[in-house]
């Protein structure tokens, strides 16, 4: 009877699931500034000079409404940023999972770049409306 070869696990796998981790850790952490810094930019003083009450006019509530989405944009990105960076990491070589990650982290950098052009499109609207 022979004995089959302990399977031992090689560096090269260690330093795999090291990587998917810091990937996972590094795109939590970019989506959360990234989330603090276009949604709570303008209205951080506002808030800290007066007690919470609700919108007095139609400017306040198109601001609100953009902070809530520019929050979901940032946090959707940052889903795909991770999910893309993953399946870079896992693609092994394959090259359909490669491109597959490759669009995946495209439509990642799209949403980051529609949660940036937010406080633009939000002014269009305003002159739109005409508040």
Do not use: W
Not at 76 to 103: M, N, S, W
């Amino acid at each position: 009877m022979t004995s089959r070869p302990r399977r031992t696990t090689t560096p090269g796998c260690t330093f795999s699931v090291l990587l998917i981790a810091a990937v996972i850790l590094g795109g939590i952490v970019l989506g959360t500034l990234l989330e603090l810094a276009l949604a709570h930019a303008g209205t951080a003083a506002s808030v800290l000079a007066k007690p919470a009450q609700g919108p007095t006019s139609l400017n306040a509530v198109i601001d609100n409404l953009r902070n809530v989405i520019v929050g979901l944009l940032v946090a959707l990105a940052t889903l795909f940023l991770t999910v893309g960076g993953v399946r870079y990491i896992l693609a092994g070589g394959d090259p359909g999972e490669v491109e597959a990650a490759k669009k995946t982290l495209r439509y990642a950098a799209l949403g980051y770049g529609i949660a940036v052009l937010a406080p633009l499109l939000v002014t269009i609207l305003k002159g739109i409306v005409g508040a």
